[in-house]
């Protein structure tokens, strides 16, 4: 079944450093999203960025996506103590109508 | 800001009863969605709905879930005879209109925890 996978599971970095998360999945897309998750709170949409793309910024946000290594990065520029939280990919995979699939997440820490 | 917005934010429930969540996604939104995160795990994919009927479902979404919109506003996820595994953070989530194979944003709600004993 189509999987995202991200790597690395937890990340730990000081404030000012930037945080790089991938992501890998399995099968074509339409697009890849990211999401951020507080600790028992919902997901908050980040960026989306389709598979006729390849690079996408949103303020301290950097997305890219290879489609022929079926990966995507998020880069965390100067990161904060707010930006602590789990980070997810989700994928709009072909065929599959109107569902994402969604990694495991990488637990990102900064600390002040 | 408009919002999605969910209730209860926590449920404890006997193993074989009956609960029922409810959504109000954002107004102007045509789709909607219960998603699942068992603690520790994935968020994984229920039910996709629009247009009043299901459009998708996952494998998790067995005969013992329904979804229901029964008025413009609200939008339910049922589970009939609740199970010890159903035990997660249900969200529910709303999109615009993005193509009928092009998913797009959506916007989640902040949860509702289900607790079966």
């Known amino acids: 079944s189509q999987q995202g996978e991200e790597d690395p599971q937890a990340l730990s970095i000081q404030e000012g450093e930037n945080a790089t998360m991938n992501c890998s999945y399995k099968?074509?897309?339409?697009?890849l999203q990211w999401y951020r998750q507080n600790s028992g709170r919902g997901l908050v949409h980040l960026i989306l960025i389709r598979s006729n793309e390849r690079e996408k910024h949103s303020g301290r946000l950097r997305v890219t996506l290879d489609t022929s290594k079926k990966s995507s990065s998020l880069l965390i520029t100067a990161s904060r103590a707010a930006d602590t939280a789990s980070y997810f990919c989700?994928?709009?995979?072909?065929?599959?109508?109107?569902?994402?699939?969604f990694g495991g997440g990488t637990r990102l820490m900064v600390k002040p | 800001e408009p919002e999605v917005t969910q209730t209860p934010s926590h449920q404890v429930t006997q193993m074989g009863q009956e609960v029922i969540l409810r959504c109000v996604p954002i107004?102007?939104?045509?789709?909607f969605y219960w998603y699942r995160q068992i603690l520790g795990q994935k968020v994984e994919f229920l039910v996709s709905f629009y247009n009043n009927e299901i459009s998708e479902k996952s494998e998790i979404f067995d005969d013992q879930f329904s979804v229901e919109r029964p008025d413009g506003s609200n939008f339910t996820l049922k589970i009939r005879s609740t199970k010890l595994e159903d035990s997660a953070m249900y969200f529910c989530?709303?999109?615009?209109?993005?193509?009928?194979?092009?998913?797009?944003?959506?916007?989640f709600g902040e949860g509702s925890r289900l607790t079966v004993l």
């Open positions: 107004s102007n939104h045509l789709y």
């Open positions: 989530a709303s999109s615009t209109l993005a193509g009928a194979l092009n998913t797009g944003e959506l916007f």
């Open positions: 099968t074509s897309i339409n697009n």
């Open positions: 989700a994928t709009d995979w072909h065929n599959a109508g109107n569902m994402l699939t």
